[in-house]
């Protein structure tokens, strides 16, 4: 179900490619089953009653006055990954994305947070072989430091590099990539949050129109557990220690604003409020 969000001028709206239901230890060694269910206020929309994690992974569409924007493009089809139920896979995403009334032509910005495998997979598409930019429209903005990290890594078994051959390096190669700074301003009412620390240049995205706020987190969190316990880093992050420390720095201030968080692995309803709860913080939906 694609659900959106209005903040002033701008119209936030989901596209889920596929849900996901998992023990929290595949991600976040500390998401014990008992860890997460001595936190009530995930139940139900975000752990099952095994305390396992209810998460989503999907793109957003940001419509502003003047462009279309997609931040984050998910797994995509097709495509071999060491992740065994992300690999080859085939869904309906791009039938579903032009069922919300998004054509591919239409797309003038795509942003991604960060270049990992589930943020950037369908950034391109395969066709006669070959992997084409899906947004042949679009300008895909990435940060510049990330971008480099991510083009010279090693070749390691679970690296990044088979996900930057086949989803970042075709677009660079197709010169559609701008390469900008974490807080570069897209247009008047979006613009990019440094949020380091899962990867080495990860930023969020800041929408405000007419005194209202949002932001997509990307992946500084995954899961709102992490509301409850702003230390617990992922398996996954760059730096654990400096994740945390963006995690509690943006906590509190969108409990301080009264941002609108609109969490890029949230599941069902995928956005609400930050508010304090003790020495931590909660999602008020």
């Not at 239901?21 to 595949?26: K, P, S």
Request: charged share 20%; net charge negative.
């Amino acid at each position: 179900m694609n659900l959106s969000w209005t903040i002033g001028d701008v119209r936030v709206t989901r596209i889920v490619e596929i849900p996901l239901i998992a023990g929290g230890e595949f991600l976040i060694a500390s998401a014990t089953a008992e860890a997460v269910k001595a936190i009530p206020w995930l139940s139900p929309h975000f752990i099952d009653e095994q305390g396992r994690l209810i998460m989503s992974i999907h793109a957003l569409v940001v419509e502003t006055p003047t462009m279309r924007i997609v931040v984050d493009t998910c797994i995509g089809n097709d495509k071999p990954r060491h992740i065994g139920p992300w690999s080859q896979m085939q869904t309906s995403f791009l039938k579903d994305f032009e069922a919300a009334g998004f054509s591919r032509e239409s797309i003038d910005v795509v942003l991604c947070t960060h270049l990992h495998i589930d943020h950037v997979g369908w950034n391109t598409m395969l066709v006669d072989g070959k992997w084409e930019p899906t947004f042949p429209n679009a300008r895909y903005l990435m940060g510049r430091a990330e971008f480099d990290f991510w083009k010279s890594a090693p070749d390691l078994p679970g690296s990044e590099v088979a996900v930057f051959a086949d989803s970042v390096q075709p677009v660079w190669d197709a010169g559609l990539i701008d390469l900008v700074a974490s807080d570069h301003r897209v247009c008047d009412e979006v613009s990019l949050v440094p949020t380091p620390g899962h990867t080495i240049d990860h930023v969020s995205v800041r929408i405000a129109s007419k005194g209202e706020e949002a932001v997509i987190t990307g992946d500084f969190i995954h899961h709102p557990c992490q509301l409850a316990h702003p230390d617990w880093d992922t398996k996954v992050d760059y730096d654990g220690v400096q994740s945390s420390a963006t995690r509690a720095r943006m906590f509190a201030e969108f409990a301080r604003d009264r941002t609108l968080v609109i969490g890029t692995h949230f599941a069902d309803p995928t956005a609400g409020r930050v508010v304090r709860d003790a020495d931590a913080y909660r999602l008020e939906i």
